[in-house]
């Protein structure tokens, strides 16, 4: 069974930043991809950024793309999102997910972890 535990959150002001983590567990993800996703109160889950295991592409959001950045670390199985210059619209809470294939939509994925909350304050 895999695991996907994240870690990294917390309160923070306008235009600073966190780093979010991402452990797996259960298996090595030398294939595959991760994904970020987000969501706010009321709101569905979007969209933030992913990343193929094996290195060589990433996407992200229009929303965050020059703020954010995210990347892994193969040898530790763990997944990290870089957030920079961080907006109170981007108060949500953070979840990691892992699956076969880089995709923008959270079907693609299949394994999520429990969410970490970010809140940006103005």
């Known amino acids: 069974q895999v695991q996907l535990v994240e870690s990294g959150g917390g309160l923070v002001q306008a235009g600073g930043s966190l780093r979010l983590s991402c452990a797996a567990s259960g298996r090595t993800f030398s294939n595959g991809a991760m994904g970020w996703f987000r969501q706010a109160p009321g709101k569905e889950r979007e969209f933030v950024a992913t990343i193929k295991w094996s290195g060589g592409y990433t996407a992200y959001a229009d929303s965050v793309k020059g703020r954010f950045t995210i990347s892994r670390d193969n040898a530790k199985n763990t997944g990290y999102l870089q957030m920079n210059s961080l907006k109170p619209e981007d108060t949500a809470v953070y979840y990691c997910?892992?699956?076969?294939?880089?995709?923008?939509?959270?079907?693609?994925?299949?394994?999520w972890g429990q969410g970490t909350q970010v809140t940006v304050s103005s």
């Open positions: 997910a892992a699956g076969r294939y880089v995709d923008s939509r959270p079907v693609g994925y299949d394994y």
